[in-house]
């Protein structure tokens, strides 16, 4: 079945690895087998992966768009996950069921949950700085 996307104006997206930006006019394009794509606001750049769950979800994005170095990216997602588990244990659950997905080779669902876990990082970022500036 084809996967039919819209594209605004000047819209980026990631299509098998590939960098595609929009021009000036929405646009649809028709994807008619299966590859990874992510839209713009799904991607995070390296410039961007400024927190410890960001980089994990940064290392699945890379497994996700660029098979080649697959190993390379699943031992530096274990290293961040085990430094992770260590932080944040309340989320054991979350990043086991995340670990399921990458183990399936089911990055983008994988993806999906590993924002769960950055808004759940943010949160507890926001509290501490908020405690801190009342003491």
Avoid: F
Avoid at 74 to 80: F, G, M, Q, R, S
Avoid at 92 to 107: K, R
């Amino acid at each position: 079945m084809a996967l039919k996307i819209s594209l605004k104006p000047h819209e980026r997206l990631i299509i098998g690895g590939a960098v595609i930006s929009n021009g000036a006019a929405k646009s649809d394009l028709v994807i008619e087998n299966n590859v990874p794509i992510l839209r713009e606001k799904d991607i995070l750049g390296s410039t961007n992966a400024d927190s410890p769950c960001k980089r994990v979800y940064l290392a699945i994005q890379l497994m996700y768009i660029d098979e080649k170095k697959l190993a390379e990216y699943h031992k530096t997602y274990w290293e961040l996950i085990k430094d992770i588990l260590q932080a944040l244990p309340s989320r054991h659950d979350l990043i086991a069921e995340i670990s399921e997905h990458i183990l399936h080779g089911q990055y983008y669902q994988a993806l999906k949950l590993t924002r769960k876990l950055i808004e759940y990082e943010q949160e507890v970022l926001t509290h501490a700085r908020n405690s801190a500036r009342r003491i």
